[in-house]
């Protein structure tokens, strides 16, 4: 089964909303977060959701119309002990992100463990909730870049490059394209974020299944978002009772 011409459009899509985004839409979703605009957050976090939902509708939509196999996509029925497997790598990572959330919050009680924490934070300031509305929104989008992404970048795109140079290549190009997707943040976190699509493209490709995957992608970038509200709401206690950070 080769890729039809709307296979290409929505390559094209992803490949166009990737610039967009880098060199025109996220700067200015920056610039109205660090001038205090009131709601540029909520937005930003409003629109990533929409626009990653109405590419993947458009992508199982053209499964769905054109019939294909859902297996095709990695959303079909798999063998129980493949699905069970990728569940459990899930499981162990999804509890390794929990404990490694244990140990941020017993760092936030020492200033200079919070400084370091929101330096290594920093590319990511503009994407972090500061308030509690803020936070619940954040959740959504975590939610839907587990889902999207994975039918996107672990479903679509290692379907389409595979059809043309077969599954091992096609595992290393959509995970170096899942990194340029994440560009906007920095180009430092491109490679980092290739790696983080590796290890996901290997899980389903061992599971077979993009649900893992999901539960995966959507509890990393929860946990980064958890992080990032609460070292950020230690970061700003001290100030606000008028004392140094670095102390």
């Not at 990032?228 to 102390?247: I, N, Q």
């Given at each position: ?129 500061e308030t509690s509305g803020e936070r619940y929104g954040f959740w959504l989008v ?74 995966i992608h959507a509890a990393l970038d929860l946990s980064a978002g958890e992080i ?20």
């Open positions: 089964m080769k890729p039809s011409g709307f296979d290409y459009a929505a390559l094209i899509v992803l490949v166009a909303a990737t610039l967009f985004e880098w060199l025109w839409y996220w700067p200015r979703c920056v610039r109205a977060i660090r001038e205090h605009i009131p709601g540029a957050r909520g937005r930003a976090y409003r629109n990533i959701i929409v626009a990653e939902w109405l590419v993947a509708l458009y992508v199982l939509g053209l499964w769905f119309t054109k019939d294909r196999p859902w297996s095709a996509l990695c959303l079909g029925s798999i063998a129980p002990l493949r699905l069970v497997a990728g569940f459990l790598v899930a499981a162990i990572i999804v509890t390794l992100l929990l404990l490694q959330g244990r140990k941020v919050q017993k760092m936030l009680a020492q200033p200079k463990a919070i400084a370091r924490l929101r330096e290594k934070l920093a590319f990511a300031d503009p994407l972090i909730p975590a939610i839907t870049a587990g889902i999207c992404e994975e039918i996107l970048f672990r479903g679509f795109l290692m379907w389409f490059i595979a059809a043309w140079t077969g599954l091992a290549i096609a595992v290393i190009i959509s995970s170096l394209l899942f990194g340029c997707a994440h560009i906007y943040l920095g180009a430092a976190h491109v490679p980092k974020t290739a790696i983080v699509g590796l290890l996901l493209a290997l899980v389903v490709v061992v599971s077979g299944s993009l649900w893992p995957a999901m539960v990032g509200f609460h070292v950020g709401r230690a970061a700003t206690a001290p100030l606000e009772a008028g004392e140094p950070l670095t102390s």
